[in-house]
């Protein structure tokens, strides 16, 4: 692996120039402006870990194409151990950064279009597998972070790709070459998207005939010419342009992701990246795919996350004295037992994993899209349950400056204090940092991210195999299979 740790690849970093902007300027250099430095701290902790001789087995894999180590992050599952390290990996990485580390979307992508590239080539003679080996062999050996883009604008919802008055809404082929493709259009909450080194591009639904020019799957380097990238805001990003230690929950780590629009404005595209060109018959199962890998791995990140808060609560619940109260014990066993079910769901939609025609394993997907669903629901309840024992205070505490301030300092550290010993400072902290991690845009990207609500339910209801369940009835009630049409 070229990129051995998290600080090489901050370094590494710097060697790419993306053009982002955030608030309407351009950010020069991702791994130093405070708005995007603590997305890339969680993304280098995917590295750091890596390296550590005691996470090596979950953090490092063995790679099918080369038989070198490579990083988990870019390795193609290959047997339902793969698919159970990873969740275990991912809950651990939660724990150890309190966010999210964005680097699981690019890992979706590859095994997701590395199992389509194979079913393409067998139906349609194309040769997209051999072609992503080598791309993926590459991103393996030097250890890149991929961000695998999905999501289109989408314009007008009640129209598909092809019928929009603008066609950029979906990214497509503008120009064909004969070494390669010109491609336009953006892809929307690109997580880990301006400290990445590669995008991946997938289709964002399946398509029909109508939509060829919109069923692509190509890469390019994120900082490639026409590339343009816009970094969102999180909750609470202007404390950390002023640089507040102490109001910013997470010093170290980000919000939650660091999510970033990507405009592709006639972006060239070599043919040897191109791995999908007008297929849109397995448009629907490449984005199936994905999305339920990604779906699987909401009950493993998501519940190291959990960890986290249930932790912060307790210490809170410490600090001022409520700890042994039998309420506050009920309501943290209830936040761990909701944590513990989601985790379940993942770890369960990973042991039902089954090898697809290509050899890539792919999780149990009714069940991978159930983990999602209640983290929908979950999570926010685990919030409420902190928020409930945390009390009012988190809303209305006052800031570091009038912690530090000659005025009102001594009025700030008198009536924030708690249990004589624990200094004030101590309590603020456990607040802000319940506050980060139960405030907006956490559980935004909890309910949305991997796919809204809506989205499982039409899947579960698909999946629901109902005509089987309505047999198992009617078995038991010995009513025949089909009903006999009645002659008039
Ligand atoms: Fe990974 Fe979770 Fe972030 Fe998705 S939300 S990229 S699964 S850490
Ligand atoms: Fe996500």
């Given at each position: ?171 497509h082929v503008v120009d064909r070459?004969?070494?390669?493709l010109v491609i336009r ?27 060829k020019e919109y069923?692509i ?60 060109d007008g ?210």
């Amino acid at each position: 692996m070229k990129i051995k740790n998290g600080a090489e690849y901050i370094r590494s970093l710097r060697e790419v120039h993306p053009r982002v902007y955030y608030k309407g300027r351009r950010i020069e250099d991702v791994t130093r402006h405070p708005a995007t430095a603590p997305h890339v701290r969680s993304a280098a902790m995917t590295y750091a870990l890596a390296a550590k001789k005691e996470y090596a087995d979950l953090a490092t894999a063995t790679s099918h194409i080369t038989g070198r180590r490579i990083s988990r992050f870019t390795h193609i599952h290959q047997n339902v151990e793969d698919l159970i390290k990873k969740v275990r990996l991912l809950r651990l990485l939660g724990q150890k950064t309190g966010s999210c580390f964005q680097r699981c979307v690019g890992l979706d992508g590859i095994n997701a279009v590395y199992s389509v590239a194979y079913e393409i080539d067998k139906k349609h003679g194309t040769g997209y597998l051999e072609r992503f080996k080598k791309w993926l062999t590459y991103i393996q050996d030097d250890n890149l972070m991929v961000v695998g883009a999905m999501t289109d604008p989408k314009g007008d919802r009640s129209k598909g790709p092809a019928e929009q008055d603008d066609p950029d809404q979906y990214v497509h082929v503008v120009d064909r070459r004969k070494d390669g493709l010109v491609i336009r259009g953006a892809k929307l909450h690109m997580t880990g998207g301006v400290n990445s080194h590669e995008i991946l591009i997938m289709p964002t639904m399946g398509m029909d005939e109508r939509s060829k020019e919109y069923a692509i799957v190509c890469a390019l380097p994120v900082d490639a010419p026409g590339v343009t990238m816009v970094f969102g805001r999180q909750t609470g990003d202007d404390r950390r342009d002023k640089g507040e230690r102490l109001d910013v929950g997470k010093p170290s780590f980000g919000s939650v992701g660091g999510e970033a629009v990507i405009a592709f404005e006639d972006v060239f595209i070599p043919s040897d990246r191109v791995f999908m060109d007008g297929e849109v018959d397995l448009t629907g199962t490449l984005v199936y795919r994905f999305a339920a890998h990604h779906r699987a791995n909401y009950g493993a990140c998501k519940t190291g996350l959990m960890d986290v808060l249930i932790g912060a609560i307790a210490c809170l619940t410490e600090v001022q004295g409520t700890a042994k109260g039998s309420h506050v014990r009920d309501k943290i066993t209830e936040m761990t037992h909701l944590c513990e079910t989601l985790y379940s769901s993942s770890i369960a939609c990973s042991a039902l994993g089954w090898p697809t025609p290509s050899g890539a394993y792919m999780v149990d997907t009714m069940l991978a899209n159930v983990c999602k669903q209640n983290v929908t629901r979950f999570h926010f309840e685990v919030a409420r349950l902190a928020l409930d024992l945390a009390g009012g205070f988190i809303a209305t505490l006052p800031s570091q400056y009038d912690l530090e301030s000659e005025d009102v300092g001594h009025l700030v550290r008198k009536y924030f204090s708690g249990v004589a010993g624990i200094p004030p400072e101590d309590r603020m902290k456990l607040a802000r940092l319940i506050e980060a991690m139960t405030g907006g845009t956490a559980l935004v990207e909890s309910m949305h991210g991997a796919g809204s609500p809506q989205a499982q339910r039409i899947m579960i209801y698909r999946e629901s195999n109902l005509e089987k369940k309505k047999g198992l009835a009617k078995a038991l009630l010995g009513i025949p299979g089909k009903r006999r049409e009645r002659k008039s």
